[in-house]
């Protein structure tokens, strides 16, 4: 054996216990530290309640102190959501009709901003049949893409429960697209709605396949994403989203959840609601009351 | 330093100069005012100018339809007003139908033909927008379309709610159009006033109705009872009736070549005659008229003064187009239903009604009605 073999022998004996575990009890002490500031940091967001997602102090500084230039609106003082109560639909499908109307989304059955959908349990199943208006069945029972309007299919079986769900763009608190969107054409905005700036939007998609819900939509003719804002020109001049004017049942409510007496505040309060794959961490501003299991 | 190096490096700097300058430059200056996206996109989204309207857009032309709807039963607080404390607003607003956005107004596409006529001369400058401008897309052009916008939230469905009024179309209607007996802005209300148009004069009438009175007595009784009386009953249902024989979708030796012979003018003024007199009670048998009386419940729903929900005189139909019973020959309320059982008569509701009738069921309604006033 040469010295400096020796030398390696030593030195690989010395590292193989004592340093090994002094190394592993400094390594474990530095994670500790990274994790807990990271989740501290997580809290912060959540307990601060108002700051929008991303948004460093200084920008939520500039947010409290001037807040975009929008006449007899202040976008601190709101915090909209919206409620939907499905024992009510009757998927009608008029709140999509009027979505496309008020946003000019394109009229066919694939392009919506929100939708409906059936879920039909059979007499004996576990499992739930679930259609919506693209479903080729009902595009043909109306003869048009451009009527939306649920078939009678079900009229000679026997089925067990059914009901509608209305889908739109959850608005989440931790929004999948927002993170993913490269050129930040798409953002969440302090008073709760996601919005797309479709002049920033280069038509990569990554938002579309980053959303968990499947609520956004890629617009071909004008090459941008689109996706639900809640109708914020609406909204933003007090009057309520084109789906919530519409539907003839009250199944949709929206409010703002600062103000307690604000129908969105009553509702989640007097009903026990719940939101789309709470598993995914995306923390949802849609509340969902009398879905059932298989509804996601 | 080599000479190819410095070369290097004064190039990476240009191109870092120019790289961070253009950044500067094309960055717009809101871009992380608020986070990594430009500031004034909020002010842009939220200027966008609202298409849908709002009922309350419609009220200043559209007074006596408004008027009707605030009214009805499709604008209601809620049910209970409020569940679980939230108010729910209730009932579809004016742009559920009138295919959306008032933005889109007047406009031939976004109104059914009988509105559009009215409105035509209309204009509303301060908007100009026009959201649905799709080519080819026309709802509510026809009443056969309105049919499907009342289908929309109204056929029978699993998955509806069971608090949504709901219909069977085969059963409910069969080929009838809604608006034949519902006001689309309130369709509790039953259209009870035709337009002046479709009335018939009965002084014109009584020329032609010479010729009825042979079977039909003059004054619309008639003289053997398998024959009905025409006293009194609807003047729209006599219309439909002489139609359907003329068109020969009814059939009668005696009724076919006689109503083949009357105009359209003929067959509204006779109508007219006739529903001016007032009936009589025609009798019948006592004991099988209380039998009758139980069976009756299921004719109400339709041959009852209140009409398809309320209750009213039994026998008289709260709309023109349905016969009422009250006062009409027993023999010939029989024979009826009977035609309707062996199918030489059909209708999509009294078919399948009479197959659930049996004989004796038949002769007690009859009874029954003949049995009532018809007043």
């Given at each position: 054996m040469t010295t400096q073999d020796r030398k390696f022998d030593q030195q690989a004996v010395a590292l193989s216990r004592r340093r090994f575990l002094g190394l592993l009890g400094k390594g474990m002490v530095c994670a500790g530290t990274l994790v807990s500031a990271n989740s501290a940091i997580g809290s912060a967001e959540v307990r601060g309640g108002k700051r929008a997602y991303q948004q460093n102090d200084a920008q939520y500084t500039e947010s409290l102190n001037n807040p975009p230039e929008i006449p007899d609106y202040n976008w601190n003082d709101h915090q909209w959501a919206m409620g939907v109560d499905t024992d009510r639909c009757i998927g009608c499908l008029r709140c999509m009709e009027a979505c496309k109307m008020e946003n000019s989304v394109q009229m066919d059955a694939f392009h919506h901003r929100t939708w409906v959908e059936r879920y039909v349990y059979l007499e004996g199943s576990n499992t739930a049949i679930v259609d919506s208006q693209a479903d080729p069945k009902n595009i043909e029972n109306t003869g048009s893409e451009t009527k939306f309007r649920f078939d009678n299919r079900y009229r000679n079986v026997k089925v067990d429960k059914a009901f509608f769900v209305p889908k739109l763009c959850n608005q989440c608190e931790h929004p999948s697209c927002v993170q993913v969107c490269p050129t930040g054409a798409t953002f969440k905005v302090k008073d709760g709605p996601v919005l797309i700036d479709t002049t920033y939007c280069i038509g990569c998609q990554y938002c579309v396949q980053a959303c968990p819900y499947g609520a956004r939509s890629f617009n071909e003719v004008r090459g941008v994403a689109e996706k639900c804002n809640w109708c914020y020109h609406r909204i933003t001049k007090g009057l309520n989203p084109a789906c919530v004017e519409v539907c003839p049942t009250g199944t949709r409510i929206f409010g703002d959840r600062n103000d307690p007496e604000s129908p969105i505040s009553l509702f989640i309060k007097n009903n026990h609601v719940q939101v789309l794959k709470p598993e995914m961490g995306n923390a949802p501003n849609v509340f969902y009351k009398g879905t059932d299991k298989e509804v996601v | 330093m080599p000479k190819h190096i410095v070369r290097l490096l004064a190039l990476i700097v240009v191109v870092a100069i120019f790289a961070f300058s253009a950044k500067k430059f094309l960055t717009p200056d809101t871009f992380y005012q608020y986070g990594h996206y430009r500031g004034d996109a909020v002010a842009e989204i939220a200027s966008k100018a609202p298409k849908l309207q709002g009922s309350a857009s419609c009220e200043p032309c559209h007074k006596k339809a408004y008027a009707e709807w605030t009214d009805?039963?499709?604008?209601?607080?809620?049910?209970?007003?409020?569940?679980q404390g939230v108010v729910y607003k209730y009932g579809p607003n004016c742009e559920v139908c009138h295919t959306g956005p008032a933005g889109n107004h007047p406009s031939k596409d976004a109104m059914p033909l009988s509105v559009e006529d009215q409105v035509t001369?209309?204009?509303?400058?301060?908007i100009k927008v026009h959201p649905a401008n799709v080519p080819g897309r026309k709802l509510m052009l026809t009443p056969e379309e309105m049919k499907g916008v009342c289908l929309n939230c109204h056929e029978k469905m699993e998955a509806r709610p069971k608090e949504q009024r709901q219909i069977e179309v085969a059963s409910h209607s069969g080929e009838e159009l809604c608006t034949k007996c519902h006001n689309p802005h309130s369709p509790r209300i039953i259209y009870a006033s035709l337009p002046q148009s479709r009335r018939g004069s009965a002084q014109a009438g009584k020329i032609v109705a010479a010729v009825c009175s042979?079977?039909?007595?003059?004054?619309?009784?008639?003289?053997?009872?398998s024959w009905p009386n025409l006293a009194g009953q609807h003047a729209d249902f006599l219309v439909d009736s002489l139609k359907a024989f003329k068109s020969g979708v009814r059939k009668n030796d005696m009724m076919s070549s006689i109503a083949a012979g009357l105009n359209e003018a003929d067959i509204r003024n006779v109508a007219a005659y006739f529903s001016r007199f007032s009936c009589g009670v025609t009798g019948g048998d006592k004991a099988e008229a209380a039998l009758g009386k139980a069976k009756a419940a299921n004719c109400a729903a339709c041959h009852s003064a209140g009409g398809l929900y309320g209750s009213g005189a039994?026998?008289?139909?709260?709309?023109?187009t349905w016969p009422n019973l009250?006062?009409?020959?027993a023999e010939y309320l029989a024979s009826t239903l009977r035609s309707y059982q062996d199918g030489s008569r059909t209708h999509p509701v009294m078919t399948s009604v009479a197959k659930t009738l049996s004989d004796s069921d038949i002769d007690h309604l009859s009874a029954y009605y003949a049995s009532m006033k018809c007043k």
């Open positions: - | 009805g039963i499709h604008r209601k607080a809620t049910r209970k007003n409020a569940i001369s209309i204009t509303h400058p301060e042979g079977c039909h007595g003059a004054a619309g009784m008639s003289v053997n009872p039994p026998g008289v139909s709260g709309i023109p009250a006062g009409q020959n």
